[in-house]
């Protein structure tokens, strides 16, 4: 599968912003898929994920503010963002596992990821 991540943008402290991945190939609903980020000089965190059932899981620093959805005829995965803080900023992965099932979290679980998109909030 080949994951396109779009989206991303340059927005003030408080403002909403919707990242969407998009998705080639067939049986986009037997994945998993998840949002990480990664901030210069920081390494790559999770952010949320959505699984192949629907259940979704977040990261403490964003649950509350950030949304996962999937829309499996578009073959989509999205990431509503609201309250946007400074530190938030940080480019934007998707990713994406087949039948994913456990350590969600972990980025090494993940076998394809798309190119990045960038968020960048300013104060």
């Known amino acids: 599968v080949q994951l396109q991540a779009s989206g991303g943008g340059l927005v003030q402290a408080g403002d909403s912003l919707r990242l969407s991945c998009a998705a080639s190939?067939?049986?986009?609903?037997?994945?998993?898929m998840g949002w990480f980020r990664q901030a210069p000089g920081k390494e790559r965190e999770f952010v949320a994920t959505?699984?192949?059932?629907?259940?979704?899981y977040y990261a403490d620093s964003v649950k509350g503010r950030f949304t996962i959805s999937r829309d499996n005829v578009k073959n989509t995965v999205y990431l509503q963002m609201y309250g946007l803080k400074p530190e938030d900023t940080a480019v934007y992965y998707c990713?994406?596992?087949?039948?994913?099932?456990?350590?969600?979290?972990?980025?090494?679980?993940?076998?394809?990821w798309g190119q990045g998109t960038q968020v960048t909030v300013s104060s």
């Open positions: 959505i699984s192949w059932g629907g259940g979704t």
């Open positions: 990713a994406a596992e087949w039948y994913l099932s456990g350590g969600v979290s972990s980025a090494t679980r993940y076998t394809y």
């Open positions: 190939g067939r049986s986009f609903s037997s994945y998993s």
